[in-house]
């Protein structure tokens, strides 16, 4: 695991915190949104399909603030759009870093080496650079031929300026596991920090609906990947979170644990679903009818979901909640995960047999889908 010392105790110590206040819904990022334009147009996004009017706008730096201080989570992520189209950008990032929040400010990195004079280098802010996986797999995703390279050049540029950064790659159906451990190796080598990913989820208003994962070939293709893994990976993730994508561990989704502000307001219930909006996120919290979300409650809308936003906090909450979560973390952290039958799809996948991670119960999401994988270590 790549996260530094310090935000790993003000993370340990927030939770410590909350539960013995026994407040048990609150809190670890804020999705703080400034603004749904973008310069990419991605088949798998479903941010920035909205009319030009509503594109136009973006949160003022009073409103980032704001909001960061109503919600008190001691991590904000930055989407969008592409938060570098901000024109004070800048001027946000500073405030939450004088505020002592740590910041992954979310970009494509198209306009990242440009701006990077304009930044100071600090604990507080890491660069989150999306990167799909290898150079074809990215543009592809990307829908923009050369977008890997002009990526690259950005996280570079950033690594030698003495910034932090990790990539982050969301994966969907037909990704080729060796070339996503090949793309591991690739970045480690960029000098990141650490590697952030997840299954995509299917955005209703996403142009490509076709390539999103059901919960079982989520699991067989994050097992082929993740298992046998390198030592020199490093993942800007909590290692149970990879065990619950490996099938090894099940959680419920925390739905509070990454709520989102956009210029919409509070939007309810998470990053990923548009059930309304409220004004203040008291009111997200208190009002919000959380036992509808999440796989168990049976809403057809979270059936596939395993993407971080929801799910991570819930291992984080285990990690940092109890001794027997800690010592997880901790285990996860320096294990391999040797798994035999793993190894075999991912040779399988290497020799072409493309069958080599179909779910046994069918086709990807199917109703019945089952999984042979959830075994535990």
């Known amino acids: 695991m790549a996260v530094p010392i310090s935000q790993m105790w003000t993370i ?13 819904r609150y809190p670890l990022v804020l999705m703080l949104e400034p603004l749904f334009r973008c310069n ?21 730096p009073e409103q980032c603030f704001a909001a960061v201080e109503e919600c008190g989570a001691p991590m904000v992520s930055i989407p969008g759009g592409e938060p ?28 990242l080496k440009r701006r990077l004079p304009e930044f100071t280098p600090s604990k507080y802010l890491t660069f989150s650079v999306h990167l799909d996986g290898q150079r074809e797999h990215h543009d592809f995703s990307v829908c923009r031929e050369g977008g890997y390279e002009i990526a690259v050049e950005g996280i570079k540029a950033a690594v030698k300026r003495g910034f932090r950064v990790t990539t982050n790659a969301t994966f969907f159906d037909g990704a080729d596991p060796n070339s996503v451990r090949g793309f591991f190796d690739e970045v480690m080598d960029m000098g990141v920090e650490g590697i952030v990913l997840s299954p995509g989820y299917s955005y209703e208003k996403a142009p490509d609906q076709n390539h999103f994962m059901g919960r079982a070939r989520s699991r067989r293709l994050f097992r082929s990947i993740l298992s046998n893994r390198k030592r020199t990976w490093k993942f800007n993730m909590s290692p149970l979170f990879l065990e619950f994508l490996m099938g090894d561990r099940t959680y419920e989704c925390t739905p509070w644990g990454s709520p989102c502000y956009s210029i919409f307001g509070w939007q309810r219930p998470c990053y990923l679903l548009q059930d309304g909006y409220t004004e203040t996120f ?27 936003c929801g799910y991570e906090p819930s291992a984080v909450m285990e990690g940092f909640g109890s001794v027997r979560g800690l010592w997880g973390m901790v285990r996860g952290t320096f294990s391999s995960y040797r798994d035999e039958e793993a190894l075999k799809l991912l040779n399988g996948a290497a020799r072409g047999e493309t069958d080599a991670l179909v779910p046994a119960g069918g086709v990807s999401g199917a109703p019945g889908e089952t999984d042979a994988w959830q075994t535990k270590r």
């Open 12 to 24: 340990a110590t927030y939770v410590a915190k909350k539960r013995l206040s026994d407040n048990k």
């Open 40 to 60: 990419l147009a991605c088949a798998g996004c479903g941010k920035i399909q909205y009319p030009a009017h509503i594109l136009k706008k973006q949160l003022t």
């Open 84 to 111: 570098l189209l901000h024109p004070q950008i800048v001027e946000i990032v500073n405030g939450l870093v004088a505020r002592k929040k740590y910041i992954y400010l979310c970009t494509n990195a198209l306009e």
């Open 282 to 308: 008291k009111e997200l919290l208190e009002t919000t009818r959380w036992e509808n979300y999440g796989v168990a409650s049976g809403n057809p809308k979270c059936a596939n979901c395993m993407v971080s």
